[in-house]
């Protein structure tokens, strides 16, 4: 038995809350408990063999064998009187019983005689029923010791079962609880949420679906794809194929159809839910809606784009007052020149990064070869090599005057003045490390020779990698020429 009784007189509020939990209608005929009462009659040689569970009003056999009523009043029930022993209760003969001999069972049909009944108590201890076998006629020896054993042993197995299937029922109404939560807390976000199955069919949206689409729910893909905008759905759902078919994570923005006609611009993802042996069971994802912040983007975009359009007519408006006034004053007009290639050079520094139409380009290596093209002269003259580098619109200034000011120098007095001269630049910019290193060697021109004071030059070179970018600059005057080494945090270059 599950426990003993807690009390002679157990509370029958507290009986009908603890037999609802048992779900007995779905216990009918169970197959694992006929199994019990059938091998119980067999156990006791006996014709009928009941698990009986007393109500209110009556009491019920939701397992028997030998009898056909599958009720009857509680007011006639023996199993009423031995759920609340603690060991089963036998009765040898009925008729001269005083607590049954006038009960109808007794008096009439089935003819009760004999009764032993092994009573079903719950954890909490209230007795729900029996177990319990009858015959026809009386049985003056009782049960054997092993049948009572047994009878017992069978009760047990009788309350497992019982057992089992309120936690099944407890488990499935707290998953039961937790979705209906869930599906509450989703009619309550701000984006929409939906779910699918391993095929891709969808079977849940929040309330939100309805309130900004305005249309009914979609099953399918197809249903779908009718509120996308045409010109992004082609892109959109190839990438939905595409996660869908590899089990990934996928991720689209697209303009979505509003209730009032108007397109959205939406943020969608979604996520695969995998089972223990990896495939796909689930998806589950979510539709944001980003219009707003979509709008401001491109606001931004076309400010930025009329920025670096005022930007390169201040580079070409000085550059060409720099030539008118160099006209003025002849012996300036090496200086003049100089400061013009300056110009120049940030102005196609501001082309790489930040680009009058599309995008040009965004790494280091680019960005050299852009400044690097005016003194290449096809013959190899300049190598640029090793692993690039991403760079950030702050870093493309400095990184211009400085990869300016070492070409023009060379130009002017190192490797690229005279034929033969040539310059290599390496970069090696490790994924997993913090710091960026570039090498700039001169080879096959005049010994570079130490300055006897460091000049504008130099010093806007050092301002350039020590000052703006955090790094450290190193120059050798090497007889084949100079050669710098560079350390730039990784962080500053991509900045």
């Known amino acids: 038995m599950d426990a003993t009784p807690a009390s002679a007189h157990s509370d029958e509020g507290d009986r009908a809350r603890v037999l609802a939990a048992y779900g007995l209608d779905a216990l009918q005929d169970d197959p694992e408990l006929s199994a019990i009462v059938q091998f119980a009659a067999r156990l006791c040689d006996a014709p009928v063999a009941l698990v ?23 007011s006639q029930s023996f199993c009423a ?16 019983d005083p607590r049954f001999s006038d009960n109808d069972p007794v008096t009439g049909a089935p003819h009760i005689r004999f009764y032993a009944g092994a009573p079903l108590v719950c954890s909490e201890g209230v007795p729900l029923g029996a177990l319990c076998v009858i ?36 488990t499935s109404a707290r998953a039961t609880e937790s979705a209906r939560a869930m599906r509450e807390i989703a009619d309550l976000v701000p984006g929409i949420v939906w779910s699918a199955d391993d095929q891709g069919n969808f079977d849940y949206f929040n309330r939100r679906w309805e309130l900004a689409t305005g249309a009914p729910k979609p099953s399918s893909v197809s249903e779908w794809r009718e509120l996308v905008h045409a010109d992004d759905a082609d ?3 190839a990438a939905w194929q595409a996660s869908f078919a590899g089990g990934q994570p996928f991720e689209s923005e697209y303009r979505l159809k509003q209730a009032d006609g108007t397109w959205r611009w939406t ?28 709008r401001r983007s491109e606001s931004r975009d076309l400010l930025a784009r009329e920025l670096s359009h005022r930007i390169k007519n201040i580079f070409a408006v000085v550059a060409g007052l720099v030539t008118l006034r ?46 690097m093209a005016p ?15 991403v760079i950030g619109p702050r870093a493309a200034t400095p990184l211009a005057l400085t990869f300016h000011e070492l070409a023009t120098n060379s130009a002017k007095y190192g490797a690229l003045s005279v034929a033969g001269g040539s310059v290599a630049i390496s970069i090696d910019c490790p994924t997993s490390g913090q710091t960026a290193h570039i090498t700039w060697r001169e080879r096959g021109g005049p010994s570079a020779q130490h300055p006897a004071e460091e000049g504008f ?7 350039s990698i020590e000052g703006q970018l955090g790094g450290h600059l190193e120059r050798r005057f090497a007889e084949g020429g100079l050669e710098v080494d560079l350390a730039i945090p990784r962080g500053a270059i991509k900045s």
């Not at 009187?81 to 001269?96: F, I, R, Y």
């Not at 015959?135 to 017992?152: A, F, I, N, S, V």
């Open 52 to 74: 009986s569970m007393v109500e209110s009003e009556r009491q019920r056999f939701i397992a028997r064998v030998g009898l056909d009523a599958a009720e009857t009043p509680r």
């Open 81 to 96: 009187h031995a759920m609340l022993g603690s060991e089963p209760m036998v009765v040898t003969d009925a008729t001269g």
């Open 135 to 170: 015959g026809d006629k009386p049985r003056p020896e009782g049960l054997t010791e092993l049948q009572r054993e047994g009878l017992e042993v069978l009760a047990q197995a009788a309350m497992c079962r019982l057992n089992s299937h309120r936690r099944d029922l407890a």
């Open 235 to 237: 892109r959109t759902f």
């Open 267 to 294: 943020l969608a993802r979604a996520l695969p839910m995998h089972d223990r042996e990896g495939r796909v069971a689930r998806w589950y994802g979510t539709l944001t809606d980003i219009d707003e912040g979509h």
């Open 326 to 371: 160099a006209r003025r004053v002849p012996e300036a007009s090496d200086f003049a020149k100089e400061l013009i290639d300056t110009i120049q050079a940030l102005g196609r520094a501001h082309d790489f990064v930040r680009p009058m139409e599309g995008i040009k380009g965004d790494s280091l290596c680019g960005l050299l070869k852009e400044l």
């Open 375 to 389: 003194y290449a002269d096809g013959n190899g003259r300049i190598a640029i090599t090793g692993d690039d580098c």
């Open 457 to 463: 030059g130099s010093r806007l070179v050092r301002s």
